[in-house]
């Protein structure tokens, strides 16, 4: 029989994408934000669990994302990113369903110098860090046939990294805003569209895929290199970047300063990303990307 995908965390950037794809392949979705289904709610998910068609395989892409506030509020982030996972694993235990947890590359500490493999220590610095490792811990100490995949840098519809970039871009080209940008150039990761990793985890799912994988877009970039890189493609390659550390930034939490993700495990699979630059193309070409407005904006 066919799986049914049960997706939480629908309306963010990873679980439209999913959605997208799934029904677009005429699989048979449930869906549920944050604002629908609190995950750490047992109660609650072993009902909505109850009701769905047989056999069920559930993608959380839920998760208290916002680093900075993790560390202002460290129990929403225990809340969401830990005990949510949790509850959802003991669910899916209970009703004898499938499952696929979502964590990241903020588990380690970032003071490598080569790709991380999935069994490499970790050593969060963050509160977001630490949450999300205990929320990977907990659902793969749940079950041997459960699946955690970590990711990195995500982009897709809606708020992100490369929408406020170009939003900045667009202001200065209205003549509301002047002078350079400035974006941190002493980090390095790997930026991952949303949609290329809705597809990974289907090809996971399918290929039996247990345990812990990371899939992130390939290559290496800092977040200077994702800005410039987006700001020529979309047309403002005269737009001035300038680098800057992140000791310049205002930010709570600290952040991983190597952050790049090992992917062989899951290419070993047949699960092989594109480059991130490909895959930032296919974003700006696709209805993701924001709508930008160039003119100024004329008075009545």
């Known amino acids: 029989m066919p799986l049914h995908w049960f997706v939480t965390g629908s309306r963010g950037q990873l679980g439209r994408a999913l959605t997208e794809q799934l029904r677009a392949a005429g699989a048979g979705v449930t869906t549920a934000s944050h604002d629908e289904l609190d ?48 509850s959802l694993a003991e669910a899916c235990v209970e009703h004898d369903a499938g499952l696929v947890h979502v964590s990241t590359d903020y588990v380690f500490a970032g003071d490598a110098q080569t790709p991380y493999p999935e069994d490499a220590p970790t050593a969060p610095r ?8 205990a929320g990977e811990q907990a659902v793969l100490a749940a079950s041997p046939r459960f699946l955690v995949v970590r990711t990195s840098w995500v982009f897709g519809a809606g708020r992100n990294f490369l929408v406020a970039i170009l939003n900045q871009a667009a202001l200065r080209r209205r003549g509301e805003a002047s002078g350079p940008l400035r974006v941190v150039a002493d980090q390095s990761g790997r930026p991952t569209y ?38 020529d493609e ?20 600290p952040r991983p300063a190597w952050s790049v993700l090992g992917t062989e495990r899951a290419e070993g699979l047949g699960v092989t990303p ?24 004329r008075a009545s």
């Open 39 to 86: 995950i750490a709610d047992a109660a609650a998910v072993k009902a909505r669990l109850a009701e769905l068609p047989r056999p069920i395989v559930c993608v959380n892409a839920a998760g208290f994302t916002h680093v900075d506030r993790c560390e202002r509020e460290p129990e929403a982030a225990e809340h969401g990113n830990a005990r949510g996972p949790a």
């Open 234 to 253: 979309a047309g403002f390659g005269e737009l001035q970047v300038d680098r800057i550390t992140t000791g310049e930034i205002a930010a709570d939490a």
């Open 274 to 297: 594109r480059p991130w630059q490909e895959a930032v193309r296919a974003y700006l070409a696709s209805p993701d990307a924001p709508k930008l407005e160039l003119e100024p904006t």
């Open 126 to 133: 963050s509160v977001y860090g630490r949450t999300k490792l």
């Open 194 to 231: 949303a949609t290329d990793l809705a597809a990974a985890i289907v090809q996971l799912v399918e290929a039996d895929a247990t345990g812990l994988f990371h899939f992130a877009n390939a290559g290496v970039a800092t977040w200077w290199d994702l800005a410039r890189f987006v700001l």
